[in-house]
Protein backbone atom coordinates (compact mmCIF):
# COMPACT_ATOMS: atom_id res chain seq x y z
CA UNK A 1 0.00 0.00 0.00
CA UNK A 2 1.62 3.50 -0.63
CA UNK A 3 1.58 5.89 2.23
CA UNK A 4 0.19 8.89 2.41
CA UNK A 5 3.79 10.56 2.72
CA UNK A 6 4.86 9.25 -0.51
CA UNK A 7 2.01 9.95 -2.59
CA UNK A 8 2.92 13.38 -1.54
CA UNK A 9 6.73 13.49 -2.67
CA UNK A 10 7.39 15.10 -5.69
CA UNK A 11 10.87 14.60 -7.41
CA UNK A 12 11.47 16.75 -10.18
CA UNK A 13 13.78 15.34 -13.47
CA UNK A 14 15.85 17.69 -15.35
CA UNK A 15 17.63 16.03 -17.85
CA UNK A 16 17.77 16.93 -21.47
CA UNK A 17 17.95 13.01 -22.53
CA UNK A 18 14.38 12.30 -23.11
CA UNK A 19 14.77 8.66 -22.89
CA UNK A 20 16.65 8.72 -19.98
CA UNK A 21 14.27 11.14 -17.72
CA UNK A 22 10.71 9.19 -19.15
CA UNK A 23 12.32 5.96 -17.88
CA UNK A 24 13.72 7.56 -14.79
CA UNK A 25 10.21 9.25 -14.07
CA UNK A 26 8.03 6.12 -14.30
CA UNK A 27 10.77 4.42 -12.10
CA UNK A 28 10.07 6.64 -9.45
CA UNK A 29 5.70 6.94 -9.78
CA UNK A 30 6.20 2.66 -9.13
CA UNK A 31 7.36 3.73 -5.87
CA UNK A 32 4.35 5.97 -5.41
CA UNK A 33 5.70 9.30 -6.06
CA UNK A 34 4.78 11.96 -7.97
CA UNK A 35 8.06 12.84 -10.89
CA UNK A 36 7.43 16.03 -12.94
CA UNK A 37 10.33 16.39 -16.06
CA UNK A 38 12.07 19.37 -17.24
CA UNK A 39 13.99 19.09 -20.04
CA UNK A 40 15.93 22.42 -19.85
CA UNK A 41 17.33 24.87 -17.26
CA UNK A 42 14.64 27.27 -18.13
CA UNK A 43 11.56 24.80 -17.40
CA UNK A 44 12.98 23.73 -14.36
CA UNK A 45 13.23 26.98 -13.18
CA UNK A 46 9.83 27.79 -14.14
CA UNK A 47 8.37 24.66 -12.22
CA UNK A 48 10.76 25.44 -9.43
CA UNK A 49 8.45 29.07 -9.17
CA UNK A 50 5.30 27.54 -8.91
CA UNK A 51 5.97 23.75 -7.07
CA UNK A 52 7.57 22.59 -4.39
CA UNK A 53 9.71 19.13 -4.56
CA UNK A 54 11.10 17.00 -2.16
CA UNK A 55 13.63 16.28 -4.77
CA UNK A 56 15.42 17.92 -7.79
CA UNK A 57 17.49 15.31 -10.07
CA UNK A 58 20.15 17.96 -11.91
CA UNK A 59 21.95 16.82 -15.19
CA UNK A 60 25.27 18.59 -15.52
CA UNK A 61 24.98 19.60 -18.95
CA UNK A 62 21.67 20.98 -19.78
CA UNK A 63 21.16 22.69 -23.43
CA UNK A 64 20.38 26.59 -22.45
CA UNK A 65 22.81 26.20 -18.92
CA UNK A 66 25.17 24.54 -16.51
CA UNK A 67 23.51 22.71 -14.09
CA UNK A 68 25.72 23.65 -10.88
CA UNK A 69 25.45 27.47 -11.97
CA UNK A 70 21.46 26.69 -11.43
CA UNK A 71 21.66 25.18 -8.09
CA UNK A 72 21.19 28.53 -6.18
CA UNK A 73 18.71 29.47 -8.05
CA UNK A 74 16.58 26.50 -7.47
CA UNK A 75 17.32 26.28 -3.71
CA UNK A 76 16.09 30.09 -3.52
CA UNK A 77 12.79 29.22 -4.84
CA UNK A 78 12.24 26.00 -2.78
CA UNK A 79 11.67 26.58 0.56
CA UNK A 80 13.44 23.38 1.80
CA UNK A 81 14.32 20.53 -0.73
CA UNK A 82 17.48 18.17 -1.85
CA UNK A 83 19.30 18.43 -5.24
CA UNK A 84 21.33 15.50 -6.31
CA UNK A 85 23.58 16.29 -9.18
CA UNK A 86 23.86 13.61 -12.21
CA UNK A 87 26.35 13.26 -15.13
CA UNK A 88 27.43 10.68 -17.35
CA UNK A 89 30.97 12.00 -16.16
CA UNK A 90 32.65 12.50 -13.28
CA UNK A 91 35.14 14.74 -12.18
CA UNK A 92 35.75 15.68 -8.44
CA UNK A 93 35.89 19.34 -8.99
CA UNK A 94 32.70 19.35 -10.26
CA UNK A 95 31.35 16.95 -7.45
CA UNK A 96 33.41 19.21 -5.06
CA UNK A 97 31.89 22.61 -6.84
CA UNK A 98 28.39 20.92 -7.09
CA UNK A 99 28.04 19.85 -3.04
CA UNK A 100 29.24 23.07 -2.41
CA UNK A 101 26.58 25.11 -4.32
CA UNK A 102 23.76 23.36 -1.82
CA UNK A 103 23.65 19.68 -4.00
CA UNK A 104 23.14 16.80 -1.47
CA UNK A 105 25.01 14.21 -3.70
CA UNK A 106 26.72 13.73 -7.04
CA UNK A 107 25.60 10.74 -8.73
CA UNK A 108 27.28 8.90 -11.72
CA UNK A 109 24.25 7.58 -15.03
CA UNK A 110 24.74 4.42 -15.25
CA UNK A 111 23.00 1.80 -17.29
CA UNK A 112 20.38 1.14 -14.43
CA UNK A 113 18.16 3.65 -12.55
CA UNK A 114 18.46 1.33 -9.77
CA UNK A 115 20.52 3.61 -7.65
CA UNK A 116 19.11 6.87 -7.91
CA UNK A 117 15.62 5.27 -6.77
CA UNK A 118 18.17 3.86 -3.64
CA UNK A 119 19.24 7.77 -3.27
CA UNK A 120 15.85 9.55 -3.55
CA UNK A 121 14.03 6.32 -0.77
CA UNK A 122 16.90 7.70 1.30
CA UNK A 123 16.36 11.34 1.22
CA UNK A 124 12.47 10.60 1.59
CA UNK A 125 13.88 8.53 4.69
CA UNK A 126 15.93 11.46 5.98
CA UNK A 127 13.03 14.18 5.41
CA UNK A 128 10.69 12.38 8.07
CA UNK A 129 13.19 13.41 10.91
CA UNK A 130 14.93 16.47 9.27
CA UNK A 131 13.82 19.20 11.33
CA UNK A 132 10.99 21.07 9.39
CA UNK A 133 10.69 24.42 8.01
CA UNK A 134 13.05 27.09 8.10
CA UNK A 135 12.20 27.99 11.99
CA UNK A 136 13.44 25.05 12.72
CA UNK A 137 17.49 26.97 12.20
CA UNK A 138 15.81 30.08 14.17
CA UNK A 139 14.98 27.84 16.99
CA UNK A 140 18.58 26.15 17.08
CA UNK A 141 19.89 29.53 17.37
CA UNK A 142 18.18 30.60 20.40
CA UNK A 143 19.38 27.36 22.07
CA UNK A 144 18.41 24.88 24.19
CA UNK A 145 15.20 25.96 26.06
CA UNK A 146 13.77 24.72 29.50
CA UNK A 147 14.54 24.71 33.09
CA UNK A 148 14.66 20.98 33.91
CA UNK A 149 17.37 19.96 36.29
CA UNK A 150 18.94 17.89 33.67
CA UNK A 151 18.91 20.45 30.92
CA UNK A 152 20.32 22.93 33.55
CA UNK A 153 22.87 19.89 33.28
CA UNK A 154 23.86 20.25 30.20
CA UNK A 155 23.83 24.42 30.21
CA UNK A 156 26.27 24.38 33.11
CA UNK A 157 28.86 22.17 31.20
CA UNK A 158 28.57 23.94 27.98
CA UNK A 159 29.24 27.19 30.15
CA UNK A 160 32.27 25.66 31.63
CA UNK A 161 33.82 24.18 28.36
CA UNK A 162 32.90 27.67 26.82
CA UNK A 163 36.08 29.09 28.19
CA UNK A 164 38.45 26.50 27.01
CA UNK A 165 38.13 27.32 22.90
CA UNK A 166 40.70 24.07 22.51
CA UNK A 167 39.38 21.49 23.75
CA UNK A 168 37.31 18.58 22.10
CA UNK A 169 33.70 18.07 23.07
CA UNK A 170 31.83 15.10 22.41
CA UNK A 171 27.66 15.51 22.38
CA UNK A 172 25.95 12.56 22.86
CA UNK A 173 22.48 11.69 23.04
CA UNK A 174 19.45 10.05 21.12
CA UNK A 175 18.40 12.09 17.31
CA UNK A 176 15.99 14.69 17.62
CA UNK A 177 17.68 16.00 21.57
CA UNK A 178 19.10 18.98 19.86
CA UNK A 179 22.71 18.15 19.59
CA UNK A 180 23.19 20.54 16.95
CA UNK A 181 22.02 23.38 18.99
CA UNK A 182 23.72 22.52 21.65
CA UNK A 183 26.91 22.73 19.81
CA UNK A 184 25.55 25.79 18.28
CA UNK A 185 25.17 27.63 21.74
CA UNK A 186 28.99 26.73 23.25
CA UNK A 187 30.26 27.79 19.83
CA UNK A 188 27.94 31.08 20.16
CA UNK A 189 29.73 31.38 24.09
CA UNK A 190 32.93 30.64 23.06
CA UNK A 191 33.71 32.79 19.95
CA UNK A 192 33.27 36.15 18.96
CA UNK A 193 29.75 36.95 16.90
CA UNK A 194 29.96 36.58 13.24
CA UNK A 195 32.90 33.46 13.40
CA UNK A 196 31.83 30.53 11.00
CA UNK A 197 30.23 27.85 12.37
CA UNK A 198 30.86 25.03 9.81
CA UNK A 199 28.78 21.81 10.22
CA UNK A 200 29.89 18.52 8.43
CA UNK A 201 27.25 15.88 8.11
CA UNK A 202 29.03 12.45 8.68
CA UNK A 203 26.41 10.26 7.33
CA UNK A 204 26.27 12.64 4.21
CA UNK A 205 29.69 12.75 2.90
CA UNK A 206 30.17 11.48 -0.31
CA UNK A 207 33.17 8.45 0.51
CA UNK A 208 35.15 9.74 -2.98
CA UNK A 209 34.72 13.20 -1.70
CA UNK A 210 35.44 13.10 1.66
CA UNK A 211 39.36 13.63 2.38
CA UNK A 212 39.25 17.09 -0.28
CA UNK A 213 35.78 18.22 1.74
CA UNK A 214 37.53 18.26 5.06
CA UNK A 215 41.41 18.89 4.30
CA UNK A 216 41.39 20.71 0.87
CA UNK A 217 43.22 19.73 -2.44
CA UNK A 218 45.64 21.31 -4.56
CA UNK A 219 46.04 22.32 -7.95
CA UNK A 220 46.40 19.39 -10.08
CA UNK A 221 46.12 16.94 -7.23
CA UNK A 222 44.14 15.24 -9.36
CA UNK A 223 41.87 14.81 -12.97
CA UNK A 224 40.28 18.12 -12.79
CA UNK A 225 41.65 19.75 -9.54
CA UNK A 226 42.22 23.41 -11.24
CA UNK A 227 42.91 25.15 -8.45
CA UNK A 228 43.42 24.91 -4.56
CA UNK A 229 40.39 24.42 -2.41
CA UNK A 230 40.09 25.27 1.35
CA UNK A 231 38.76 22.05 3.39
CA UNK A 232 35.92 22.64 6.04
CA UNK A 233 39.02 22.82 8.71
CA UNK A 234 40.72 25.35 7.44
CA UNK A 235 37.00 27.15 6.24
CA UNK A 236 35.93 26.99 9.77
CA UNK A 237 38.52 29.64 10.55
CA UNK A 238 38.54 30.35 14.71
CA UNK A 239 35.30 29.14 14.72
CA UNK A 240 33.76 26.03 15.10
CA UNK A 241 33.55 23.14 13.05
CA UNK A 242 30.69 20.53 14.31
CA UNK A 243 31.28 16.60 13.21
CA UNK A 244 27.59 15.25 13.12
CA UNK A 245 27.34 11.37 13.33
CA UNK A 246 30.84 10.85 14.33
CA UNK A 247 30.18 7.29 14.50
CA UNK A 248 29.14 6.83 10.73
CA UNK A 249 32.75 7.57 9.58
CA UNK A 250 34.79 5.27 8.37
CA UNK A 251 37.63 3.38 9.77
CA UNK A 252 40.63 5.11 7.36
CA UNK A 253 39.04 8.16 8.11
CA UNK A 254 38.62 7.71 11.71
CA UNK A 255 42.68 7.48 11.49
CA UNK A 256 43.23 10.87 9.62
CA UNK A 257 41.10 12.74 11.98
CA UNK A 258 43.27 11.53 14.79
CA UNK A 259 46.11 12.63 13.39
CA UNK A 260 44.37 15.80 13.10
CA UNK A 261 43.37 16.31 16.08
CA UNK A 262 46.51 15.46 18.20
CA UNK A 263 48.37 17.52 15.84
CA UNK A 264 45.77 20.67 15.34
CA UNK A 265 47.49 20.11 11.59
CA UNK A 266 46.21 19.22 8.24
CA UNK A 267 47.06 18.71 4.60
CA UNK A 268 45.51 19.84 1.92
CA UNK A 269 45.66 16.72 -0.74
CA UNK A 270 48.42 16.71 -2.92
CA UNK A 271 50.42 19.15 -0.49
CA UNK A 272 53.27 18.27 1.96
CA UNK A 273 52.31 21.42 4.03
CA UNK A 274 50.90 21.56 6.89
CA UNK A 275 48.25 24.21 8.02
CA UNK A 276 47.13 24.78 11.68
CA UNK A 277 43.83 24.48 12.98
CA UNK A 278 42.60 27.11 15.55
CA UNK A 279 38.74 26.05 15.33
CA UNK A 280 37.31 24.38 18.29
CA UNK A 281 36.49 20.58 17.23
CA UNK A 282 32.64 19.32 18.23
CA UNK A 283 31.25 15.97 17.60
CA UNK A 284 28.26 14.51 18.17
CA UNK A 285 26.73 10.81 18.01
CA UNK A 286 23.43 9.15 18.78
CA UNK A 287 25.51 5.83 19.13
CA UNK A 288 26.85 3.96 21.97
CA UNK A 289 30.75 4.32 20.86
CA UNK A 290 32.27 2.77 24.29
CA UNK A 291 30.19 -0.43 22.95
CA UNK A 292 30.96 0.48 18.79
CA UNK A 293 34.78 0.43 20.47
CA UNK A 294 34.13 -3.07 21.77
CA UNK A 295 32.73 -4.31 18.14
CA UNK A 296 35.54 -2.93 16.23
CA UNK A 297 33.72 -0.43 14.27
CA UNK A 298 35.20 3.12 16.36
CA UNK A 299 38.77 3.35 17.16
CA UNK A 300 39.58 3.62 20.84
CA UNK A 301 42.11 6.05 20.07
CA UNK A 302 40.01 8.65 18.61
CA UNK A 303 37.08 7.87 21.41
CA UNK A 304 39.76 8.85 23.92
CA UNK A 305 40.36 11.82 22.16
CA UNK A 306 37.16 13.25 21.52
CA UNK A 307 35.79 12.39 24.88
CA UNK A 308 37.96 14.91 26.19
CA UNK A 309 34.96 17.10 27.53
CA UNK A 310 31.49 14.70 26.55
CA UNK A 311 28.46 16.31 27.34
CA UNK A 312 25.04 13.75 27.32
CA UNK A 313 22.20 15.35 26.21
CA UNK A 314 19.31 13.70 27.88
CA UNK A 315 15.89 12.38 26.21
CA UNK A 316 13.06 14.72 26.48
CA UNK A 317 11.09 11.78 28.10
CA UNK A 318 13.56 12.73 30.75
CA UNK A 319 12.88 16.20 30.92
CA UNK A 320 8.93 16.24 31.18
CA UNK A 321 9.20 19.88 32.93
CA UNK A 322 10.54 21.26 29.65
CA UNK A 323 7.47 19.73 27.57
CA UNK A 324 4.92 22.33 28.07
CA UNK A 325 7.03 25.30 27.60
CA UNK A 326 8.85 23.69 24.65
CA UNK A 327 5.50 23.29 23.12
CA UNK A 328 4.28 27.04 23.58
CA UNK A 329 7.58 27.92 22.14
CA UNK A 330 6.69 26.15 19.06
CA UNK A 331 2.69 26.89 19.04
CA UNK A 332 3.95 30.80 19.01
CA UNK A 333 6.75 30.44 16.33
CA UNK A 334 4.92 28.17 14.05
CA UNK A 335 1.74 30.60 14.48
CA UNK A 336 3.53 33.33 13.54
CA UNK A 337 5.80 31.98 10.82
CA UNK A 338 2.00 31.21 8.99
CA UNK A 339 0.62 34.26 10.07
CA UNK A 340 -1.65 33.20 12.33
CA UNK A 341 -2.80 34.55 16.15
CA UNK A 342 -1.79 31.56 18.48
CA UNK A 343 -4.56 30.25 19.94
CA UNK A 344 -4.52 28.40 23.39
CA UNK A 345 -3.94 24.62 24.07
CA UNK A 346 -6.93 22.98 26.00
CA UNK A 347 -6.15 21.18 29.04
CA UNK A 348 -6.34 17.98 27.31
CA UNK A 349 -4.13 18.52 24.78
CA UNK A 350 -1.79 19.56 27.87
CA UNK A 351 -2.17 16.18 29.09
CA UNK A 352 -1.85 14.81 25.84
CA UNK A 353 1.81 16.27 25.23
CA UNK A 354 2.50 15.15 28.70
CA UNK A 355 1.58 11.39 28.54
CA UNK A 356 3.48 10.72 25.03
CA UNK A 357 7.01 9.51 25.60
CA UNK A 358 8.80 11.02 22.13
CA UNK A 359 10.97 8.64 20.43
CA UNK A 360 11.80 11.53 18.18
CA UNK A 361 12.32 13.83 21.43
CA UNK A 362 12.54 18.01 20.51
CA UNK A 363 12.21 17.51 16.46
CA UNK A 364 8.71 15.50 17.03
CA UNK A 365 7.39 17.80 19.36
CA UNK A 366 8.20 20.84 17.25
CA UNK A 367 6.81 18.73 13.82
CA UNK A 368 3.07 17.87 15.83
CA UNK A 369 3.02 21.45 17.04
CA UNK A 370 3.47 22.34 14.03
CA UNK A 371 1.15 19.60 12.10
CA UNK A 372 -1.36 20.78 14.74
CA UNK A 373 -1.39 24.62 13.82
CA UNK A 374 -1.51 23.99 10.38
CA UNK A 375 -4.81 21.20 11.07
CA UNK A 376 -6.57 23.62 13.37
CA UNK A 377 -6.90 26.46 10.92
CA UNK A 378 -7.04 29.08 12.90
CA UNK A 379 -8.93 27.77 15.64
CA UNK A 380 -8.65 26.31 19.03
CA UNK A 381 -6.46 23.31 18.77
CA UNK A 382 -7.96 19.95 20.38
CA UNK A 383 -6.39 16.66 20.90
CA UNK A 384 -8.24 15.93 16.99
CA UNK A 385 -5.26 18.06 15.61
CA UNK A 386 -2.81 15.96 16.42
CA UNK A 387 -1.20 12.01 14.93
CA UNK A 388 -2.89 9.23 15.38
CA UNK A 389 0.30 7.57 17.25
CA UNK A 390 -0.29 10.18 20.10
CA UNK A 391 -4.47 9.91 20.21
CA UNK A 392 -3.56 6.28 20.91
CA UNK A 393 -2.80 7.09 24.03
CA UNK A 394 -6.10 8.30 24.51
CA UNK A 395 -7.88 5.10 24.03
CA UNK A 396 -4.67 3.06 25.22
CA UNK A 397 -3.82 4.60 28.22
CA UNK A 398 -5.93 7.74 28.09
CA UNK A 399 -5.19 11.32 28.68
CA UNK A 400 -5.43 12.84 32.51
CA UNK A 401 -8.15 15.34 32.38
CA UNK A 402 -11.61 15.88 33.25
CA UNK A 403 -12.61 14.77 29.99
CA UNK A 404 -10.54 12.18 28.14
CA UNK A 405 -9.69 9.52 30.22
CA UNK A 406 -10.08 5.91 28.45
CA UNK A 407 -11.58 7.42 25.07
CA UNK A 408 -13.10 3.93 23.30
CA UNK A 409 -12.76 5.68 19.94
CA UNK A 410 -10.12 3.84 18.29
CA UNK A 411 -8.34 4.69 14.60
CA UNK A 412 -8.14 1.41 11.66
CA UNK A 413 -5.22 2.08 9.61
CA UNK A 414 -6.22 1.65 5.58
CA UNK A 415 -9.72 2.15 6.90
CA UNK A 416 -10.20 5.40 8.40
CA UNK A 417 -9.37 9.21 7.45
CA UNK A 418 -8.58 12.11 9.91
CA UNK A 419 -12.38 13.03 8.71
CA UNK A 420 -13.63 9.61 9.57
CA UNK A 421 -11.71 9.34 13.28
CA UNK A 422 -12.68 13.42 13.58
CA UNK A 423 -16.21 12.30 13.30
CA UNK A 424 -15.96 9.23 16.12
CA UNK A 425 -15.03 11.38 18.10
CA UNK A 426 -17.25 14.44 18.01
CA UNK A 427 -19.98 11.30 18.32
CA UNK A 428 -18.13 9.89 21.02
CA UNK A 429 -18.03 13.64 22.87
CA UNK A 430 -21.38 14.77 22.24
CA UNK A 431 -22.73 11.12 24.03
CA UNK A 432 -20.79 11.64 26.51
CA UNK A 433 -22.82 15.70 26.78
CA UNK A 434 -25.54 13.85 26.49
CA UNK A 435 -26.34 16.34 23.33
CA UNK A 436 -25.20 19.64 25.16
CA UNK A 437 -23.60 20.64 22.55
CA UNK A 438 -21.46 23.24 24.81
CA UNK A 439 -19.46 20.69 27.10
CA UNK A 440 -18.81 18.57 24.42
CA UNK A 441 -17.51 21.15 22.51
CA UNK A 442 -15.38 21.81 25.92
CA UNK A 443 -13.95 18.10 25.66
CA UNK A 444 -12.64 18.63 22.41
CA UNK A 445 -11.06 21.52 23.02
CA UNK A 446 -13.04 23.63 20.36
CA UNK A 447 -15.52 26.44 20.18
CA UNK A 448 -19.29 25.79 20.28
CA UNK A 449 -19.35 27.39 17.28
CA UNK A 450 -16.82 25.47 15.72
CA UNK A 451 -18.62 22.27 16.81
CA UNK A 452 -21.90 23.14 14.85
CA UNK A 453 -19.91 23.83 12.00
CA UNK A 454 -18.76 20.12 12.16
CA UNK A 455 -22.12 18.76 12.64
CA UNK A 456 -23.20 20.40 9.77
CA UNK A 457 -20.56 19.33 7.80
CA UNK A 458 -20.54 15.84 8.99
CA UNK A 459 -24.87 15.68 8.91
CA UNK A 460 -24.94 15.00 13.11
CA UNK A 461 -27.64 15.99 15.15
CA UNK A 462 -26.75 16.93 19.07
CA UNK A 463 -26.98 13.04 20.23
CA UNK A 464 -24.10 12.25 17.10
CA UNK A 465 -27.12 10.35 15.49
Known sequence: ????????????????????????????ERQGMTADLAYSAAEA???????????????????????IRIIPLLLSRQLRTSIVMMTAFETIPNAIQAIRQGAED???????????????LK???????????????????????????????????????ASSPETTVLLSGESGVGKEVAA????????????????????????????????????GAFTGADRTTEGAFVQAGKGTIFLDEIGEMSLDLQGKLLRVLESRKCQRVGSVQQQDIKARIVAATNRDLKEWVDQGRFRFDLYQRLSVFPIHIPPLRERQEDILALAEHFLYFVSRKLGRAPQPFSK??????????????????????????????????????????MLRRISGEGVQGDSFQRVPVSFIPGIDTLETFE????????KQAKGV???????????????????????????GD
Not at 440 to 462: C, H, P, T, V
Open 1 to 28: MVSEETENFRVLIVDDEHYFAQALGRAI
Open 184 to 219: MQLHRQSVPAGTPFIPVDCVALPHNLVESLLFGHEK
Open 437 to 463: KTEAARQLGISRFQLIRRLEKYELNDN
Open 45 to 67: LDLADNRHYNVILLDHKLPDDDG
Open 423 to 430: KKMIIYAL
Open 106 to 120: YLVKQTTVKPIIEKI
Open 123 to 161: LQRMERVREGIEGWEEHKREGLLGKSSNLLHVMDKIRKV
Open 348 to 389: EVHDLLMQYDYPGNVRELKNVIERAVIMAEGESIGVHHFPER
